[in-house]
């Protein structure tokens, strides 16, 4: 994902997704695809937040429970439940979200930054917030959500 600011006058299409109650996005460039819920399968001793992995088209897919991984408890995934396939730096994970809303448009000033108030684990894991129709959606930086070495099973 790029951190590099817009160009001036020029929008950056992020992709806004639910997980509970609350609104998410991420950018548009990470995405590779959206798929329904596969079952995953476990892999031992892995982190909580790592529901298991998928086959996609022969590929070994890690999948992270992106709800697990932000504090705000674990899914129980149905077939409602939806796969966000992103490339994160080097690796391609899945993130099991409870359903994607939008497509947003924004300039980087429409991205406020995290109130002070909000502890560095949350400023770890939301780049910044985005206030649009009534709604707060936190823009998740998803090179923070994967820890260093915590998912070299990606292909």
């Given at each position: 994902m790029s951190d590099s600011p817009t160009p001036a006058g020029l929008g950056r299409e992020?992709?806004?997704f639910r997980i509970g109650s609350q609104e998410f996005c991420v950018d548009i460039?990470?995405?590779r695809e959206i798929r329904g819920w596969?079952?995953?399968t476990a892999l031992p001793r892995a982190p909580a937040f790592?529901?298991?992995v998928i086959n996609l088209r022969g590929a070994?897919?890690?999948i992270v429970d992106l709800g697990?991984?932000?504090g705000l408890g674990a899914a129980d995934p149905t077939a409602r439940h939806v796969i966000i396939v992103a490339q994160v730096e080097n690796q391609v994970v899945g993130l099991l979200v409870d359903a994607v809303s939008d497509i947003l448009t924004v300039t980087d000033d429409m991205v406020q930054a995290t109130p002070d108030v909000a502890s560095?684990?949350?400023r770890m894991f939301v780049r910044g917030l985005l206030a649009i129709d009534g709604r707060m959606v936190s823009f998740i930086s998803l090179d923070r959500v994967l820890p260093d070495g915590d998912l070299d099973?990606?292909?």
């Open positions: 992020l992709i806004s460039m990470s995405v596969t079952p995953a790592v529901r298991g070994v897919l890690p697990a991984r932000l560095e684990m949350v099973i990606a292909a």
